[in-house]
Protein backbone atom coordinates (compact mmCIF):
# COMPACT_ATOMS: atom_id res chain seq x y z
CA UNK A 1 0.00 0.00 0.00
CA UNK A 2 1.06 4.01 -1.01
CA UNK A 3 2.34 4.69 2.29
CA UNK A 4 0.65 7.86 2.04
CA UNK A 5 -3.08 6.64 0.59
CA UNK A 6 -4.21 7.54 3.90
CA UNK A 7 -3.55 11.17 3.63
CA UNK A 8 -4.72 11.19 0.11
CA UNK A 9 -7.57 9.54 0.61
CA UNK A 10 -8.69 12.53 2.83
CA UNK A 11 -10.69 15.28 1.01
CA UNK A 12 -12.66 16.91 4.41
CA UNK A 13 -12.94 16.00 8.01
CA UNK A 14 -15.64 13.95 7.07
CA UNK A 15 -13.73 11.13 5.92
CA UNK A 16 -12.02 10.78 9.32
CA UNK A 17 -15.23 9.28 10.91
CA UNK A 18 -15.00 5.95 8.99
CA UNK A 19 -11.75 5.46 10.02
CA UNK A 20 -10.78 3.42 13.01
CA UNK A 21 -8.34 4.23 15.73
CA UNK A 22 -5.62 2.23 14.54
CA UNK A 23 -6.20 4.16 10.74
CA UNK A 24 -6.11 7.59 12.69
CA UNK A 25 -2.76 6.62 14.35
CA UNK A 26 -1.46 5.50 10.81
CA UNK A 27 -2.44 8.91 9.36
CA UNK A 28 -0.81 11.29 12.32
CA UNK A 29 2.11 9.39 11.38
CA UNK A 30 2.19 10.17 7.91
CA UNK A 31 0.97 13.53 8.47
CA UNK A 32 4.00 14.22 10.42
CA UNK A 33 6.27 12.60 7.58
CA UNK A 34 4.37 15.14 5.34
CA UNK A 35 4.73 18.15 7.21
CA UNK A 36 8.43 17.64 8.05
CA UNK A 37 9.52 17.11 4.11
CA UNK A 38 7.38 19.95 2.91
CA UNK A 39 8.23 22.26 5.63
CA UNK A 40 11.65 21.58 5.59
CA UNK A 41 11.59 22.73 2.16
CA UNK A 42 9.43 26.23 2.40
CA UNK A 43 10.43 26.99 5.82
CA UNK A 44 7.56 27.71 8.19
CA UNK A 45 6.09 26.71 12.04
CA UNK A 46 6.96 23.23 12.13
CA UNK A 47 6.93 22.83 15.70
CA UNK A 48 3.93 23.85 17.10
CA UNK A 49 2.17 21.71 14.35
CA UNK A 50 4.06 18.73 14.93
CA UNK A 51 2.96 19.30 18.10
CA UNK A 52 -0.81 19.30 17.28
CA UNK A 53 -1.55 16.32 14.96
CA UNK A 54 -3.67 14.17 17.22
CA UNK A 55 -5.38 17.06 18.52
CA UNK A 56 -6.29 18.13 15.40
CA UNK A 57 -7.75 14.77 13.95
CA UNK A 58 -9.40 14.51 17.09
CA UNK A 59 -11.30 17.76 16.38
CA UNK A 60 -12.14 16.97 13.26
CA UNK A 61 -13.35 13.72 13.57
CA UNK A 62 -15.66 15.17 17.00
CA UNK A 63 -17.00 18.65 15.48
CA UNK A 64 -18.81 19.22 12.12
CA UNK A 65 -16.85 22.01 10.62
CA UNK A 66 -17.37 24.21 8.90
CA UNK A 67 -20.35 24.05 10.24
CA UNK A 68 -18.81 23.68 13.84
CA UNK A 69 -16.64 26.54 13.38
CA UNK A 70 -12.58 25.79 14.42
CA UNK A 71 -10.81 29.21 15.55
CA UNK A 72 -7.13 28.82 15.62
CA UNK A 73 -5.18 30.95 18.66
CA UNK A 74 -2.37 31.37 17.03
CA UNK A 75 -2.97 30.72 13.92
CA UNK A 76 -0.09 29.30 13.02
CA UNK A 77 -0.58 25.77 14.31
CA UNK A 78 -3.18 25.19 11.68
CA UNK A 79 -1.14 23.27 9.18
CA UNK A 80 -2.66 19.86 9.98
CA UNK A 81 -6.09 21.44 9.71
CA UNK A 82 -4.99 23.15 6.25
CA UNK A 83 -4.15 19.39 5.61
CA UNK A 84 -7.54 17.88 6.31
CA UNK A 85 -9.33 20.35 4.40
CA UNK A 86 -8.64 19.88 1.42
CA UNK A 87 -5.18 22.11 0.63
CA UNK A 88 -2.33 19.11 0.41
CA UNK A 89 -1.01 20.45 -2.58
CA UNK A 90 -0.89 23.46 -1.61
CA UNK A 91 2.09 23.21 1.11
CA UNK A 92 4.60 23.26 -2.08
CA UNK A 93 4.14 26.71 -2.13
CA UNK A 94 3.73 27.62 1.97
CA UNK A 95 4.44 31.06 3.01
CA UNK A 96 5.47 32.27 -0.99
CA UNK A 97 3.43 34.11 -3.66
CA UNK A 98 0.32 32.55 -4.85
CA UNK A 99 0.42 29.58 -2.26
CA UNK A 100 -1.18 28.63 1.57
CA UNK A 101 -0.94 31.38 3.93
CA UNK A 102 0.99 30.51 6.85
CA UNK A 103 -2.19 31.17 9.07
CA UNK A 104 -5.75 30.17 8.85
CA UNK A 105 -6.80 32.52 5.78
CA UNK A 106 -11.09 32.81 4.80
CA UNK A 107 -10.08 33.58 1.13
CA UNK A 108 -8.30 29.85 0.98
CA UNK A 109 -11.43 27.79 2.86
CA UNK A 110 -14.59 27.78 4.15
CA UNK A 111 -12.99 25.99 7.44
CA UNK A 112 -11.26 29.04 8.53
CA UNK A 113 -13.20 31.89 9.99
CA UNK A 114 -10.32 34.03 11.08
CA UNK A 115 -7.23 35.42 10.18
CA UNK A 116 -5.98 34.76 13.20
CA UNK A 117 -1.78 35.29 13.28
CA UNK A 118 -1.99 37.30 16.75
CA UNK A 119 -2.11 35.45 19.70
CA UNK A 120 -4.89 35.82 22.41
CA UNK A 121 -8.02 36.84 20.09
CA UNK A 122 -9.72 33.61 19.63
CA UNK A 123 -12.12 33.14 22.60
CA UNK A 124 -13.08 36.22 22.00
CA UNK A 125 -14.07 35.61 18.49
CA UNK A 126 -15.43 32.29 19.38
CA UNK A 127 -17.76 34.13 22.40
CA UNK A 128 -19.01 36.45 19.41
CA UNK A 129 -19.86 32.97 17.15
CA UNK A 130 -21.30 31.30 19.78
CA UNK A 131 -22.98 34.55 20.81
CA UNK A 132 -24.53 35.23 17.60
CA UNK A 133 -25.79 31.25 16.79
CA UNK A 134 -27.11 31.43 19.90
CA UNK A 135 -29.44 34.19 18.96
CA UNK A 136 -30.37 33.09 16.22
CA UNK A 137 -31.56 29.75 17.51
CA UNK A 138 -28.79 27.82 15.63
CA UNK A 139 -27.12 24.42 17.38
CA UNK A 140 -23.52 24.66 16.04
CA UNK A 141 -20.84 24.39 18.80
CA UNK A 142 -17.85 27.02 18.06
CA UNK A 143 -13.75 25.61 19.23
CA UNK A 144 -11.34 27.86 20.41
CA UNK A 145 -7.93 25.91 20.15
CA UNK A 146 -5.71 27.79 22.57
CA UNK A 147 -1.88 27.02 22.63
CA UNK A 148 1.82 28.24 22.36
CA UNK A 149 1.38 30.95 25.49
CA UNK A 150 -2.31 32.84 23.72
CA UNK A 151 -3.39 32.27 27.48
CA UNK A 152 -0.72 34.51 28.80
CA UNK A 153 -2.52 37.52 26.89
CA UNK A 154 -4.80 39.47 29.20
CA UNK A 155 -6.97 39.69 26.18
CA UNK A 156 -8.07 36.04 26.77
CA UNK A 157 -9.06 36.02 30.19
CA UNK A 158 -11.09 39.34 29.26
CA UNK A 159 -12.98 37.06 26.81
CA UNK A 160 -13.41 34.23 29.69
CA UNK A 161 -14.60 36.43 32.32
CA UNK A 162 -17.50 36.90 29.59
CA UNK A 163 -17.57 33.38 28.69
CA UNK A 164 -18.19 32.30 32.03
CA UNK A 165 -21.25 34.85 32.54
CA UNK A 166 -22.85 33.58 29.13
CA UNK A 167 -23.19 29.46 30.70
CA UNK A 168 -25.77 28.70 27.15
CA UNK A 169 -22.69 29.56 24.94
CA UNK A 170 -21.76 26.07 22.94
CA UNK A 171 -18.51 26.46 23.25
CA UNK A 172 -15.44 24.19 23.51
CA UNK A 173 -12.14 25.45 24.45
CA UNK A 174 -9.39 23.31 23.74
CA UNK A 175 -6.28 24.63 25.78
CA UNK A 176 -3.04 23.29 23.82
CA UNK A 177 -0.75 23.32 27.15
CA UNK A 178 2.41 22.39 25.59
CA UNK A 179 3.83 24.41 27.98
CA UNK A 180 5.63 26.54 25.59
CA UNK A 181 4.89 29.95 23.49
CA UNK A 182 8.10 30.98 21.23
CA UNK A 183 9.88 29.61 24.21
CA UNK A 184 9.10 27.78 28.00
CA UNK A 185 5.58 30.01 28.74
CA UNK A 186 5.93 31.77 31.56
CA UNK A 187 4.14 33.61 34.20
CA UNK A 188 1.81 32.45 37.19
CA UNK A 189 -1.01 30.84 34.36
CA UNK A 190 1.52 28.59 33.23
CA UNK A 191 3.10 27.63 36.16
CA UNK A 192 -0.74 26.76 37.07
CA UNK A 193 -0.58 24.87 34.19
CA UNK A 194 2.33 23.20 34.67
CA UNK A 195 1.29 22.22 38.37
CA UNK A 196 -1.90 20.27 36.53
CA UNK A 197 0.19 19.02 33.72
CA UNK A 198 3.05 17.58 36.52
CA UNK A 199 1.01 16.17 39.42
CA UNK A 200 0.50 12.65 39.34
CA UNK A 201 -0.99 12.02 42.40
CA UNK A 202 -4.79 12.50 40.93
CA UNK A 203 -4.22 9.81 38.30
CA UNK A 204 -2.12 7.45 40.99
CA UNK A 205 -4.99 8.13 43.56
CA UNK A 206 -7.66 6.97 41.37
CA UNK A 207 -5.69 3.93 39.92
CA UNK A 208 -4.89 2.92 43.48
CA UNK A 209 -9.17 3.24 44.36
CA UNK A 210 -10.10 1.24 41.40
CA UNK A 211 -7.73 -1.82 42.12
CA UNK A 212 -8.60 -1.76 45.49
CA UNK A 213 -12.01 -1.48 45.53
CA UNK A 214 -12.16 -3.72 42.77
CA UNK A 215 -10.81 -6.54 44.64
CA UNK A 216 -13.72 -6.52 46.78
CA UNK A 217 -16.50 -9.51 46.02
CA UNK A 218 -20.00 -8.72 44.72
CA UNK A 219 -20.14 -5.01 45.60
CA UNK A 220 -15.95 -3.87 44.37
CA UNK A 221 -17.47 -2.33 40.68
CA UNK A 222 -20.74 -0.94 41.98
CA UNK A 223 -18.94 0.82 45.18
CA UNK A 224 -15.91 1.94 42.23
CA UNK A 225 -18.74 3.63 40.41
CA UNK A 226 -19.94 5.26 43.23
CA UNK A 227 -16.74 6.61 44.36
CA UNK A 228 -16.14 7.76 41.34
CA UNK A 229 -18.65 10.08 41.12
CA UNK A 230 -16.29 11.88 43.78
CA UNK A 231 -13.65 12.53 41.33
CA UNK A 232 -14.00 16.64 40.92
CA UNK A 233 -13.77 16.61 44.75
CA UNK A 234 -10.59 14.29 44.50
CA UNK A 235 -9.43 16.48 41.68
CA UNK A 236 -10.10 19.60 43.74
CA UNK A 237 -7.76 17.86 46.59
CA UNK A 238 -4.92 16.70 44.91
CA UNK A 239 -4.70 19.25 41.49
CA UNK A 240 -6.82 22.16 42.03
CA UNK A 241 -8.91 23.55 39.15
CA UNK A 242 -10.18 26.33 41.10
CA UNK A 243 -9.02 28.90 38.27
CA UNK A 244 -11.19 27.73 35.75
CA UNK A 245 -14.01 26.27 38.10
CA UNK A 246 -14.32 30.08 40.25
CA UNK A 247 -15.14 31.37 36.97
CA UNK A 248 -17.58 28.85 36.57
CA UNK A 249 -16.92 27.35 33.59
CA UNK A 250 -16.86 23.35 33.15
CA UNK A 251 -13.24 22.18 33.30
CA UNK A 252 -12.04 18.56 31.85
CA UNK A 253 -8.17 17.07 32.09
CA UNK A 254 -5.37 17.44 31.55
CA UNK A 255 -5.41 14.79 29.23
CA UNK A 256 -3.16 13.19 26.72
CA UNK A 257 -3.41 15.56 24.00
CA UNK A 258 -1.23 12.50 21.74
CA UNK A 259 -3.48 9.83 22.78
CA UNK A 260 -6.93 10.01 19.68
CA UNK A 261 -9.28 8.15 21.70
CA UNK A 262 -8.65 9.89 25.18
CA UNK A 263 -8.87 13.36 23.22
CA UNK A 264 -12.46 11.79 20.87
CA UNK A 265 -13.55 10.84 24.12
CA UNK A 266 -13.51 14.68 25.94
CA UNK A 267 -14.38 16.67 23.08
CA UNK A 268 -17.34 14.30 22.53
CA UNK A 269 -18.84 15.04 25.90
CA UNK A 270 -17.71 18.43 25.75
CA UNK A 271 -19.42 18.61 22.60
CA UNK A 272 -22.25 16.94 24.11
CA UNK A 273 -22.46 19.62 27.71
CA UNK A 274 -24.38 21.78 25.76
CA UNK A 275 -22.20 25.34 27.45
CA UNK A 276 -18.85 26.58 27.98
CA UNK A 277 -16.17 23.75 28.54
CA UNK A 278 -12.66 23.92 29.06
CA UNK A 279 -10.52 20.64 28.08
CA UNK A 280 -6.98 20.68 28.52
CA UNK A 281 -4.47 18.85 26.38
CA UNK A 282 -1.06 18.01 27.03
CA UNK A 283 1.21 18.39 24.11
CA UNK A 284 4.81 17.75 23.09
CA UNK A 285 6.06 21.03 20.72
CA UNK A 286 7.80 19.11 17.56
CA UNK A 287 6.72 15.25 19.05
CA UNK A 288 8.29 12.98 16.35
CA UNK A 289 10.63 15.19 14.89
CA UNK A 290 14.06 14.21 17.01
CA UNK A 291 15.99 17.12 16.22
CA UNK A 292 13.00 19.41 16.98
CA UNK A 293 11.78 17.78 20.56
CA UNK A 294 16.10 17.93 21.53
CA UNK A 295 15.89 21.94 20.42
CA UNK A 296 15.40 23.72 23.71
CA UNK A 297 15.54 27.40 22.07
CA UNK A 298 12.14 26.60 20.40
CA UNK A 299 11.56 23.04 19.51
CA UNK A 300 11.80 24.48 15.97
CA UNK A 301 8.60 26.77 16.14
CA UNK A 302 9.61 28.60 12.91
CA UNK A 303 12.48 27.81 10.73
CA UNK A 304 14.00 28.13 7.44
CA UNK A 305 14.72 25.32 5.32
CA UNK A 306 16.34 22.56 6.62
CA UNK A 307 17.82 19.16 6.29
CA UNK A 308 14.29 17.10 6.72
CA UNK A 309 16.50 13.89 8.50
CA UNK A 310 19.18 16.24 10.66
CA UNK A 311 17.31 19.52 10.99
CA UNK A 312 20.44 21.25 10.28
CA UNK A 313 19.93 24.95 7.87
CA UNK A 314 20.25 24.22 4.88
CA UNK A 315 21.89 27.61 4.30
CA UNK A 316 25.87 27.63 3.36
CA UNK A 317 26.58 30.90 4.90
CA UNK A 318 24.28 33.07 7.19
CA UNK A 319 25.04 36.61 7.48
CA UNK A 320 24.31 39.10 10.71
CA UNK A 321 21.10 40.45 10.47
CA UNK A 322 19.52 43.58 12.27
CA UNK A 323 18.52 40.96 15.41
CA UNK A 324 21.90 40.13 15.54
CA UNK A 325 23.24 43.60 16.05
CA UNK A 326 20.88 44.44 18.46
CA UNK A 327 22.04 41.62 20.60
CA UNK A 328 25.60 41.99 20.53
CA UNK A 329 24.81 45.54 21.32
CA UNK A 330 22.48 44.82 24.20
CA UNK A 331 25.19 42.84 26.00
CA UNK A 332 28.03 45.58 25.36
CA UNK A 333 25.55 48.00 27.14
CA UNK A 334 24.71 46.01 29.42
CA UNK A 335 28.04 45.74 30.85
CA UNK A 336 28.34 49.46 30.95
CA UNK A 337 24.75 50.45 32.34
CA UNK A 338 24.26 47.97 35.19
CA UNK A 339 20.52 50.51 35.32
CA UNK A 340 19.43 48.62 31.91
CA UNK A 341 17.03 46.09 31.89
CA UNK A 342 15.08 44.09 29.22
CA UNK A 343 11.89 42.89 28.65
CA UNK A 344 10.35 40.72 26.17
CA UNK A 345 6.56 39.48 25.38
CA UNK A 346 7.51 35.97 25.46
CA UNK A 347 9.94 36.19 22.54
CA UNK A 348 13.06 36.39 24.61
CA UNK A 349 15.35 34.93 21.30
CA UNK A 350 13.24 36.01 18.40
CA UNK A 351 13.95 39.69 19.08
CA UNK A 352 17.69 38.98 20.39
CA UNK A 353 17.68 39.10 24.05
CA UNK A 354 19.06 35.80 24.97
CA UNK A 355 22.46 36.60 25.50
CA UNK A 356 21.32 39.66 27.75
CA UNK A 357 19.77 37.19 29.30
CA UNK A 358 22.30 34.97 29.87
CA UNK A 359 24.68 37.61 30.86
CA UNK A 360 22.31 39.28 32.98
CA UNK A 361 19.49 36.78 34.22
CA UNK A 362 18.63 39.18 36.70
CA UNK A 363 18.13 41.88 34.76
CA UNK A 364 15.39 40.10 32.05
CA UNK A 365 11.77 40.58 32.36
CA UNK A 366 9.32 37.67 30.23
CA UNK A 367 5.95 38.84 30.81
CA UNK A 368 4.20 36.49 28.09
CA UNK A 369 2.18 37.37 25.33
CA UNK A 370 1.28 40.72 26.97
CA UNK A 371 2.86 43.65 25.24
CA UNK A 372 -0.01 46.48 26.81
CA UNK A 373 1.74 45.36 30.30
CA UNK A 374 5.11 45.14 28.98
CA UNK A 375 4.78 48.92 28.66
CA UNK A 376 3.50 49.63 31.61
CA UNK A 377 5.73 47.76 33.95
CA UNK A 378 8.23 49.06 31.88
CA UNK A 379 7.10 52.73 33.06
CA UNK A 380 7.02 51.52 36.25
CA UNK A 381 10.69 50.08 36.56
CA UNK A 382 11.46 53.77 34.92
CA UNK A 383 10.05 55.14 38.08
CA UNK A 384 11.85 53.17 40.02
CA UNK A 385 15.19 54.39 38.22
CA UNK A 386 15.89 51.60 35.93
CA UNK A 387 16.15 52.46 32.24
CA UNK A 388 13.91 49.60 30.63
CA UNK A 389 14.91 47.96 27.09
CA UNK A 390 11.19 46.64 25.62
CA UNK A 391 12.23 45.02 22.33
CA UNK A 392 8.79 43.74 20.60
CA UNK A 393 7.98 43.00 17.18
CA UNK A 394 6.83 46.24 15.03
CA UNK A 395 3.61 44.72 14.55
CA UNK A 396 3.06 43.91 17.66
CA UNK A 397 3.63 47.25 19.23
CA UNK A 398 0.13 48.05 17.62
CA UNK A 399 -1.60 46.57 20.60
CA UNK A 400 0.28 48.99 22.98
CA UNK A 401 -0.46 51.93 21.60
CA UNK A 402 -2.55 53.36 24.26
CA UNK A 403 -0.11 52.39 27.30
CA UNK A 404 2.83 53.89 25.04
CA UNK A 405 0.84 57.20 24.47
CA UNK A 406 -1.09 57.58 27.79
CA UNK A 407 1.12 56.02 30.17
CA UNK A 408 4.33 55.69 29.17
CA UNK A 409 4.64 59.25 27.15
CA UNK A 410 1.90 60.99 29.08
CA UNK A 411 4.13 60.34 32.29
CA UNK A 412 7.63 61.24 30.50
CA UNK A 413 8.99 58.17 31.45
CA UNK A 414 11.98 57.06 30.27
CA UNK A 415 11.74 53.73 28.20
CA UNK A 416 13.21 52.70 25.17
CA UNK A 417 11.05 50.45 22.64
CA UNK A 418 12.93 48.19 20.31
CA UNK A 419 10.80 47.07 16.82
CA UNK A 420 12.79 44.56 15.12
CA UNK A 421 10.78 43.16 11.75
CA UNK A 422 9.91 46.79 10.87
CA UNK A 423 8.71 47.67 7.53
CA UNK A 424 7.59 44.69 5.11
CA UNK A 425 8.41 41.06 6.09
CA UNK A 426 6.65 39.39 3.84
CA UNK A 427 6.49 35.57 3.95
CA UNK A 428 3.83 35.91 7.33
CA UNK A 429 1.59 38.12 5.85
CA UNK A 430 -0.65 41.12 6.06
CA UNK A 431 -0.54 40.91 10.01
CA UNK A 432 3.12 40.85 10.15
CA UNK A 433 4.53 43.38 7.98
CA UNK A 434 5.56 46.02 10.66
CA UNK A 435 4.05 48.90 8.70
CA UNK A 436 1.90 51.42 10.57
CA UNK A 437 4.68 51.98 13.71
CA UNK A 438 5.91 54.96 12.57
CA UNK A 439 2.48 56.46 11.25
CA UNK A 440 1.07 55.24 14.93
CA UNK A 441 3.77 56.37 16.78
CA UNK A 442 4.23 59.99 15.25
CA UNK A 443 1.12 60.75 17.44
CA UNK A 444 2.58 60.62 20.35
CA UNK A 445 4.14 64.18 22.18
CA UNK A 446 7.43 64.21 23.08
CA UNK A 447 8.49 60.49 21.68
CA UNK A 448 11.54 60.35 19.28
CA UNK A 449 12.25 57.49 17.13
CA UNK A 450 15.40 56.38 15.22
CA UNK A 451 15.63 54.36 11.90
CA UNK A 452 18.94 53.30 11.73
CA UNK A 453 20.77 52.19 8.34
CA UNK A 454 23.23 50.23 9.22
CA UNK A 455 25.09 48.60 12.39
CA UNK A 456 26.96 51.51 13.44
CA UNK A 457 23.92 53.54 13.16
CA UNK A 458 21.94 50.97 15.30
CA UNK A 459 24.56 50.99 18.34
CA UNK A 460 24.89 54.99 18.46
CA UNK A 461 20.86 54.94 18.27
CA UNK A 462 20.62 52.61 21.12
CA UNK A 463 23.38 54.44 23.56
CA UNK A 464 21.80 57.60 22.97
CA UNK A 465 18.10 56.47 23.84
CA UNK A 466 19.21 55.01 27.00
CA UNK A 467 20.60 58.61 28.07
CA UNK A 468 16.93 59.79 27.63
CA UNK A 469 15.09 59.82 30.85
CA UNK A 470 11.93 61.67 29.98
CA UNK A 471 10.44 60.77 26.97
CA UNK A 472 9.87 57.33 25.32
CA UNK A 473 12.66 56.44 22.70
CA UNK A 474 12.08 53.82 20.01
CA UNK A 475 14.27 52.37 17.82
CA UNK A 476 12.96 50.36 14.40
CA UNK A 477 14.82 47.91 12.34
CA UNK A 478 14.53 45.29 9.52
CA UNK A 479 14.58 41.42 9.76
CA UNK A 480 16.98 41.56 6.84
CA UNK A 481 20.10 40.80 6.47
CA UNK A 482 22.12 44.26 7.85
CA UNK A 483 23.07 46.79 4.88
CA UNK A 484 27.29 47.07 4.45
CA UNK A 485 28.35 50.08 6.31
CA UNK A 486 27.11 53.59 4.58
CA UNK A 487 28.98 56.13 5.92
CA UNK A 488 28.34 60.22 5.96
CA UNK A 489 30.46 62.37 4.08
CA UNK A 490 29.00 65.24 6.39
CA UNK A 491 26.75 65.98 8.84
CA UNK A 492 24.56 68.88 9.21
CA UNK A 493 23.33 69.48 13.43
CA UNK A 494 24.09 67.23 15.98
CA UNK A 495 22.31 65.13 18.46
CA UNK A 496 18.57 63.78 17.50
CA UNK A 497 18.56 66.76 15.00
CA UNK A 498 21.78 65.40 13.53
CA UNK A 499 21.30 64.83 9.84
CA UNK A 500 23.92 62.64 7.60
CA UNK A 501 24.76 63.40 4.64
CA UNK A 502 25.52 60.71 2.25
CA UNK A 503 25.76 61.93 -1.31
CA UNK A 504 26.85 65.57 -2.25
CA UNK A 505 26.12 66.19 -5.91
CA UNK A 506 27.64 69.70 -7.08
CA UNK A 507 24.21 71.61 -8.49
CA UNK A 508 21.83 69.36 -7.40
CA UNK A 509 18.18 70.55 -6.84
CA UNK A 510 16.66 66.73 -6.15
CA UNK A 511 17.28 65.78 -2.10
CA UNK A 512 16.07 61.83 -1.62
CA UNK A 513 15.86 61.33 2.03
CA UNK A 514 16.20 57.64 3.26
CA UNK A 515 15.17 56.68 6.16
CA UNK A 516 16.18 53.89 7.81
CA UNK A 517 16.30 49.83 5.83
CA UNK A 518 15.28 52.46 2.60
CA UNK A 519 18.18 54.36 3.02
CA UNK A 520 19.84 52.20 0.30
CA UNK A 521 17.06 52.42 -1.77
CA UNK A 522 17.54 56.01 -1.42
CA UNK A 523 21.47 56.27 -2.56
CA UNK A 524 19.76 53.42 -5.48
CA UNK A 525 17.46 56.31 -6.80
CA UNK A 526 20.29 59.07 -6.91
CA UNK A 527 22.14 56.92 -8.67
CA UNK A 528 19.50 56.49 -11.38
CA UNK A 529 18.74 59.65 -11.71
CA UNK A 530 22.32 60.69 -11.90
CA UNK A 531 22.64 58.17 -15.12
CA UNK A 532 20.12 60.15 -16.65
CA UNK A 533 21.56 63.35 -15.76
CA UNK A 534 19.93 64.45 -12.89
CA UNK A 535 21.77 65.30 -10.06
CA UNK A 536 20.86 64.50 -6.32
CA UNK A 537 21.75 64.71 -2.94
CA UNK A 538 21.24 61.83 -0.35
CA UNK A 539 20.69 62.32 3.02
CA UNK A 540 19.29 60.18 6.52
CA UNK A 541 18.56 61.68 9.50
CA UNK A 542 19.08 59.08 11.76
CA UNK A 543 16.27 60.23 14.37
CA UNK A 544 13.59 60.42 12.20
CA UNK A 545 10.55 61.75 14.78
CA UNK A 546 10.44 64.15 15.81
CA UNK A 547 11.11 65.88 12.58
CA UNK A 548 14.38 67.68 12.50
CA UNK A 549 14.58 71.51 12.08
CA UNK A 550 18.28 71.14 10.75
CA UNK A 551 16.37 68.32 7.57
CA UNK A 552 13.62 71.05 6.87
CA UNK A 553 16.15 73.99 6.81
CA UNK A 554 18.36 72.06 4.57
CA UNK A 555 15.43 70.61 2.42
CA UNK A 556 14.16 74.20 1.86
CA UNK A 557 17.04 74.64 -0.60
CA UNK A 558 15.92 72.11 -2.98
CA UNK A 559 13.31 72.35 -5.64
CA UNK A 560 12.35 68.69 -5.17
CA UNK A 561 12.55 66.56 -1.90
CA UNK A 562 12.08 62.39 -2.36
CA UNK A 563 11.83 60.79 0.76
CA UNK A 564 11.52 57.15 0.86
CA UNK A 565 10.20 54.91 3.87
CA UNK A 566 9.51 51.05 4.83
CA UNK A 567 6.37 52.36 6.38
CA UNK A 568 2.53 53.74 5.84
CA UNK A 569 3.08 56.02 3.34
CA UNK A 570 -0.24 57.94 4.75
CA UNK A 571 0.89 59.48 7.89
CA UNK A 572 4.22 58.83 7.89
CA UNK A 573 7.67 60.81 8.49
CA UNK A 574 7.79 61.86 4.75
CA UNK A 575 4.23 63.30 5.14
CA UNK A 576 5.63 65.08 8.13
CA UNK A 577 8.24 66.67 6.73
CA UNK A 578 5.92 68.00 3.85
CA UNK A 579 4.32 69.76 6.44
CA UNK A 580 7.40 71.61 8.65
CA UNK A 581 7.95 72.78 4.99
CA UNK A 582 4.82 73.97 4.49
CA UNK A 583 4.62 75.81 7.53
CA UNK A 584 7.93 77.44 6.74
CA UNK A 585 6.77 78.87 3.28
CA UNK A 586 9.28 76.76 1.74
CA UNK A 587 8.79 76.09 -2.31
CA UNK A 588 9.87 72.72 -1.77
CA UNK A 589 7.75 70.13 -3.53
CA UNK A 590 8.00 66.77 -2.02
CA UNK A 591 7.59 63.51 -3.47
CA UNK A 592 6.78 60.61 -0.73
CA UNK A 593 7.20 57.06 -1.13
CA UNK A 594 6.15 54.57 1.40
CA UNK A 595 4.01 51.34 1.64
CA UNK A 596 0.45 51.77 0.65
CA UNK A 597 -2.37 51.90 3.00
CA UNK A 598 -3.41 48.17 2.12
CA UNK A 599 -3.25 45.02 3.76
CA UNK A 600 -0.19 43.04 1.76
CA UNK A 601 -0.30 39.41 0.67
CA UNK A 602 2.28 37.03 1.44
CA UNK A 603 5.34 36.69 -0.48
CA UNK A 604 9.18 37.19 -0.28
CA UNK A 605 9.66 41.10 0.56
CA UNK A 606 11.34 41.58 -2.69
CA UNK A 607 8.32 40.04 -4.21
CA UNK A 608 5.75 42.23 -2.23
CA UNK A 609 8.07 46.00 -2.75
CA UNK A 610 8.15 44.88 -6.19
CA UNK A 611 4.27 44.56 -6.41
CA UNK A 612 3.74 47.87 -4.93
CA UNK A 613 6.50 49.59 -6.64
CA UNK A 614 8.82 50.30 -4.04
CA UNK A 615 11.88 49.48 -5.54
CA UNK A 616 14.65 51.87 -6.97
CA UNK A 617 14.18 51.59 -10.50
CA UNK A 618 10.60 52.34 -9.95
CA UNK A 619 11.31 55.61 -7.97
CA UNK A 620 13.79 56.75 -9.93
CA UNK A 621 11.39 56.56 -13.14
CA UNK A 622 8.48 58.28 -11.21
CA UNK A 623 11.11 61.15 -9.78
CA UNK A 624 12.06 61.35 -13.84
CA UNK A 625 8.69 61.29 -15.01
CA UNK A 626 7.68 64.03 -12.77
CA UNK A 627 10.80 66.41 -13.10
CA UNK A 628 10.16 65.92 -17.21
CA UNK A 629 6.96 66.87 -17.44
CA UNK A 630 7.51 70.16 -15.40
CA UNK A 631 11.24 71.31 -16.29
CA UNK A 632 10.78 74.17 -14.13
CA UNK A 633 12.09 73.08 -10.89
CA UNK A 634 9.68 75.37 -9.27
CA UNK A 635 6.62 73.97 -10.92
CA UNK A 636 7.01 70.39 -10.01
CA UNK A 637 4.15 68.58 -10.09
CA UNK A 638 3.93 65.29 -8.39
CA UNK A 639 2.35 62.07 -10.34
CA UNK A 640 -0.60 60.04 -9.03
CA UNK A 641 0.75 56.66 -7.46
CA UNK A 642 -0.79 54.45 -4.83
CA UNK A 643 2.25 54.75 -2.53
CA UNK A 644 3.24 58.24 -2.96
CA UNK A 645 1.31 61.14 -1.69
Known amino acids: MDPMSLLDSITGPRDLRTLSRRQLEDLADEIRSFLITKVSRTGGHLGPNLGVVELTLAIHKVFDSPND ?109 NGRSYTPTVGGLANHLAGLRTDHRYEKTLSLIKRTVQRLPLIGRPVYDLMHGFKTGVKDVLAPQSMFSDLGIKYTGPIDGHDIAVLTNHLSQARQFGGPVIVHCVTRKGRGFQAAEENEEDRFHAIGKINEFTGEPLTASVQATWTDAFAEAMVQLGQRRPDVVAITAAMLYPVGLGRFAAAFPDRIYDVGIAEQHAIVSAAGLARAGLHPVVALYATFLNRAFDQVLLDASLHRTGITITLDRAGVTGTDGASHNGMWDMSLLGLVPGLQLAAPRDQTRLVEALDRAVDV ?79 SPDLVRMAAGYDLVVTLEDNLVEGGVGQKLRARLAEADASARVLTFGVPQQFLTHGSRDEVLEEVGLTAARVAMEVLGTILAQPSAGAVTEPASPRTS
Not at 116 to 124: D, E, G, Q, R
Not at 139 to 167: C, F, Q, Y
Not at 518 to 523: E, L, S
Request: glycine share 12%; proline share 4%.
Open 469 to 547: DDAVTVIRYSKERLPDEIPAVAHVGDGAARVDVLRRAEGARVLVVGYGQFVGMAIGVADRLADQGVAAAVVDPLWALPV
Open 69 to 177: PVVFDTGHQSYVHKMLTGRLEGFDRLRQRGGLSGYPEPAESEHDWVSNSHASTALSWAEGLAKGYALRGEKRTVVAVVGDGALTGGMAWEALNSIADHPELRLVVVVND
